[in-house]
Antibody, heavy 124, light 113 residues
């Protein structure tokens, strides 16, 4: 059974730091495209950070570049998001997401797993 | 960055009736592998998004066949042939062409009429 369990959310003051973690069981995260996606209260989905399937390429939304760092630990099957210098506008539910879209000579397939979400509130 | 634009932003449908959502991208999502890297998600209240359609028209595992996706290049459509009570929520299109840099549409809220 696949489980994706997020932890690390909470209340933090502006300028503070927080680390989110996603613990995965039931599949190996290596080879998956790994992302963090957030959703501000009452708003839509916003991509925040991503890590390519090979773990070589990382990318960040302009709004978090230089403040957030995405990382993985294949041995622990974990995905993390280190968030520094947090701002009020970073307040949101943060989801980790794992995607494998396969295109092969015999057809296509998709595996797509999301965590349950972790609430991050930045407020004084 | 690829910008994704959905329409309408809200849709009121009577159960049993069809529904259609449009998604337009600012540049072509056709990959050199011949597939459009456009995916559709449904987010029900209080839940994480769930994949419905991937690569423009392929249904994810367990998704009922009343859901279908079509389109190519920059214009895509999600259709529900007969809306059921469990289909209500917010639908998002997402481009996966610029992996790992994804982009979502604004979302379309499907509500009961």
């Amino acid at each position: 059974e696949v489980q994706v369990l997020e932890s690390g959310g909470g209340l933090v003051q502006p300028g503070g730091s927080l680390r989110l973690s996603c613990a995965v069981s039931g599949f190996s995260i290596s080879g998956y495209v790994m992302n963090w996606v957030r959703q501000a209260p009452g708003k839509g989905l916003e991509w925040v950070a991503g890590l390519s399937g090979g773990g070589v390429v990382t990318d960040y939304a302009d709004s978090v570049k230089g403040r957030f760092t995405i990382s993985k630990d294949n041995s622990k099957n974990n995905l993390d998001l280190q968030m520094n210098n947090l701002r009020a506008e970073d307040t949101a539910v943060y989801y980790c997401a794992f995607q494998d879209i396969a295109v092969t000579s015999v057809g296509v397939g998709a595996d797509d797993y999301w965590g349950q979400g972790a609430l991050v509130t930045v407020s004084s | 960055d690829i910008v994704m634009t959905q329409s309408p932003l809200s849709l009121y449908v009577t159960p049993g009736e069809p529904a259609s959502i449009s998604c337009r991208s600012s540049q072509s999502l056709l990959h050199r592998n011949g597939y459009n890297h456009l995916h559709w998600y449904l987010q029900k209240p209080g839940q994480s998004p769930q994949l419905l359609i991937y690569l423009g028209s392929d249904r994810a595992s367990g998704v009922p066949d009343r859901f279908s996706g079509s389109g190519s290049g920059t214009d895509f459509t999600l259709r529900i042939s007969r809306v059921e009570a469990e289909d209500f929520g917010v639908y998002y299109c997402m481009q996966g062409l610029q992996t790992p840099r994804y982009t979502f549409g604004q979302g379309t809220k499907l509500a009961i009429k």
